[in-house]
C-alpha cells in the first residue's frame, strides 16, 4: 500500500470518525474507488485506523477515563459498560449478516438516513430551552443507536448524538457520552477481529503509520465535532451528506 494512499485513508478515517459523517462509509467508499488493497488486508488496516482513532479520546478524556473509576462516579462506567453492550452483542451474533453490508450496496441509505437523523436532531436540540441532566435513559438510547450505526454510511456519533438529544439530555454530556462509548466498541472490535482474523498481509509499519494519522486527524476532528455539538450545527453535515449520496447515484446510474 502506497505512503500517501495510507496517510490518505488515515487523515480520511480521524476526521470522520467524530463527524458524524460516518467513516465506515467513507472508508469502504474510498477503498471501493481507488481498489488498492484486499479484502483482508483492509479489515487490518481499518481496524488500525480505528485504533488510532480511539487513542485520541484516550488522550484528550484522559482525566475523565480516570476518574470514572473512582467511587463517586462508578455509576457513569456501569452506564457506559451497559451503552456498549448492544452494538457489542450485535457485532458478535450477527456477523455473518453485517458482512454482507459492507458490499457497499447499504452506503447510499446509510448516508441518506444520517442525512435525515441530523436536522431533527439539530431541531430538537434547539427547541429544548431546559436540558435535562444526563441519566440512565439517555445512555441506553445511545447505547441502542450504537447498534444501529453498525450499517456503513450511518455515522455512529451522529446516531448516539441524536439518541442523547432526543430524550433532552445536555448536549455537552451527550457528546463526552459518547465519544467515551467510542472506546470500548473499537477496542474490543479491534481485538475480536485480530483474534478471529488471523494473520494480517500489510506490514506492522504501514500499519502504525495509518493509526498515527488517524490519532493526529481524530484529535483535530474531536474538537470540531464538540463544538458543533456545543452549537447544535448540524445541517451543514446533513447537506454534505446529500451532496454524495447524489454523487454516489450519478456515478451509479449514469
Same mark, same amino acid.
Given at each position: ?18 463527524? $458524524? ?40 478524556? @484522559? ?6 473509576? @473512582? ?47 441530523? $436536522? ?16 440512565? @435513559? ?32 445536555? @448536549? ?83
Amino acid at each position: 500500500m502506497a505512503i500517501w494512499l495510507v496517510i490518505l485513508l488515515g487523515a480520511v478515517q480521524g476526521l470522520t470518525e467524530f463527524l $458524524p459523517v460516518s467513516s465506515s462509509g467513507h472508508l469502504l467508499l474510498l477503498q471501493r474507488c481507488l481498489g488498492d488493497a484486499s479484502a483482508k488486508e483492509n479489515m487490518y488496516f481499518d481496524l488500525a485506523l480505528h485504533v488510532g482513532s480511539a487513542f485520541a479520546v484516550i488522550v484528550a478524556y @484522559r482525566t475523565k477515563i480516570l476518574s470514572l473509576f @473512582r467511587k463517586g462516579n462508578r455509576k457513569k462506567l456501569a452506564w457506559l459498560v451497559i451503552a456498549t453492550l448492544p452494538a457489542a452483542l450485535v457485532g458478535v451474533l450477527f456477523q455473518s449478516r453485517l458482512s454482507a453490508l459492507f458490499s457497499g450496496d447499504f452506503l447510499l441509505f446509510g448516508f441518506l438516513t444520517t442525512a435525515f437523523l441530523l $436536522p431533527v436532531c439539530e431541531w430538537q436540540a434547539k427547541r429544548v430551552i431546559h436540558p435535562k441532566p444526563f441519566t440512565f @435513559r439517555a445512555a441506553l438510547c445511545m447505547g441502542i443507536m450504537q447498534a444501529v450505526a453498525v450499517i456503513p454510511g450511518l455515522s455512529r456519533s451522529g446516531s448516539t448524538i441524536f439518541g442523547g438529544t432526543l430524550v433532552g439530555a445536555e @448536549r455537552e454530556e451527550v457528546a463526552d457520552f459518547s465519544f467515551l462509548m467510542s472506546v470500548p466498541i473499537i477496542l474490543g472490535g479491534a481485538a475480536y477481529g485480530a483474534l478471529s482474523g488471523g494473520g494480517g498481509a500489510l506490514p506492522l509499519s504501514t500499519l502504525a503509520l495509518g493509526a498515527l494519522t488517524a490519532f493526529v486527524f481524530a484529535s483535530v476532528a474531536l474538537v470540531w465535532a464538540k463544538r458543533a455539538i456545543k452549537h447544535a450545527r448540524y445541517y451543514g453535515f446533513a447537506l454534505y451528506l446529500l451532496g454524495l449520496s447524489a454523487l454516489l447515484v450519478f456515478f451509479r446510474y449514469f
